[in-house]
């Protein structure tokens, strides 16, 4: 009771700090953190000695309590220091977030990482969207240019095809036509196709005249048609050419040249004198005697030579646009005695202009060019074609 009251009668006594227990608080006159006070001293003076003296102690304090919370500038002294440096330690909630109860670990607080996120998501799938439009376009493009190719290939080669039908069905109406315009009734033509025996053995197609029984049969011209290179016997078939001069009276006869449709390659023919044979043989297995030999491009090889040579055995001779004829003097043409009909397209600027520098030089010609025709004018203008064959196989009789 005592020491009580002696220490509240004079509060600035001197205290220590036991080591035991903390210090009493200077708000009860005690003195802060063990700092002694002296008689006469106030306590002002006392706290700001004992805060300038445990400075460094204080800092501690101050960083060791920015986890709790912020530090009140009363627990540490009335000085300014203290408080302006535990507001310079205390925590930012933005740099270290918000801290668990019992001084747990911290967790970053980061709100702009997922709408980043999001960002990114939006922009791949946007772009793989993008990929996918683009590769659906080019290959619609590429189907598109295929089309167009397509189609423009079939604009190519259908007018040809459509022709060729067409020639050949113009053919067989037209010799409908004559037939019921003539009132042949009793008439009926059809093409049969035979091959001559022999080495090469050779194919051929005649038409022929169906009659009633009893009516006679007149004495025919007999027609020998060769053919191009690009075409065989059925040509002239499918042309309507022979079941045509089958109706008007003639014999027509299409053979398949060595090498070509059904007759086999022969090595008896690689020279000129063989295929003059050859021709020499058709004729002889066939029974024809004095025809009239059509020979269009290619044939040229067989068709020349052989009028040189053999044309006092032919009653006519009709070259369209034949190759071969420049290998021949003129002084060889003109002993040719034959009759000639020349016929070539206008638009043949190559065979037909080049045969023609050569067959005008023999003596009984006369020449027809079919207007805007080219080389195989016969299967471009078959009306045309039949028309002036016709008028020349007339002249013949």
């Not at 003296?53 to 919370?69: F, I, T, Y």
């Not at 801290?99 to 747990?104: F, M, N, R, V």
């Not at 008896?268 to 297995?285: C, D, I, M, N, Y």
């Not at 004829?325 to 000639?340: L, S």
Request: charged share 20%.
């Amino acid at each position: 009771m005592k020491s009580l009251e002696t220490r509240l009668k004079n509060p600035l006594r001197t205290c220590t700090a036991s080591p035991s227990k903390p210090p009493p608080s200077p708000a009860f006159g005690g003195c802060p953190h063990g700092a002694k006070a002296e008689e006469g001293d106030s306590p002002g003076s006392v706290l700001s000695q004992s805060s300038r003296s445990e400075a460094p102690q204080a800092r501690r304090v101050v960083v060791a309590a920015a986890g709790l919370g912020t530090v009140r500038s009363g627990s540490l002294g009335t000085g300014a220091e203290p408080s302006a440096r535990s507001s310079a330690f205390s925590p930012s909630p933005a740099r270290w977030g918000s801290s668990q109860a019992g001084g747990g670990a911290s967790v970053p607080h980061q709100p702009g990482r997922r709408r980043r996120r999001r960002r990114r998501r939006l922009s791949g799938a946007a772009q793989q969207g993008e990929r996918l439009t683009m590769a659906l376009i080019r290959n619609r493009l590429g189907l598109l240019v295929l089309g167009v190719l397509v189609t423009f290939v079939l604009y190519l080669l259908l007018p040809a095809i459509q022709h060729e039908r067409f020639t050949s069905r113009a053919g067989s109406h037209k010799a409908q036509a004559r037939a019921e315009e003539k009132g042949q009734q009793d008439v009926n033509v059809t093409v049969l196709t035979g091959t001559i025996a022999g080495s090469p053995s050779i194919l051929f197609r005649e038409g022929f005249l169906l009659q009633r029984a009893g009516t006679p049969s007149p004495k025919r011209l007999e027609v020998v048609f060769l053919h191009g290179q690009a075409f065989t016997s059925k040509t002239w078939e499918d042309l309507g050419t022979l079941t045509l001069l089958s109706e008007e009276g003639y014999r027509s006869v299409a053979i398949d040249l060595p090498g070509y449709g059904n007759s086999p390659l022969s090595d008896s023919v690689s020279t000129e004198q063989g295929r003059v044979a050859f021709l020499l043989r058709v004729l002889k297995e066939l029974g024809i005697q004095r025809p009239v030999l059509i020979s269009p491009s290619m044939s040229g090889h067989y068709s020349v030579p052989f009028v040189l040579v053999h044309g006092a055995q032919l009653k006519g001779f009709v070259p369209i646009a034949p190759v071969g004829t420049q290998e021949y003097t003129a002084q060889q043409y003109q002993q040719v005695q034959t009759p000639t009909l020349i016929i070539y397209g206008e638009r043949d600027s190559g065979l037909g202009a080049q045969s023609l520098q050569s067959l005008q030089q023999l003596p009984k010609h006369k020449v027809v060019v079919l207007p805007d025709a080219g080389h195989a004018c016969y299967l471009e203008k078959p009306r045309e074609f039949h028309e002036v064959l016709l008028a020349f196989l007339g002249e013949l009789q």
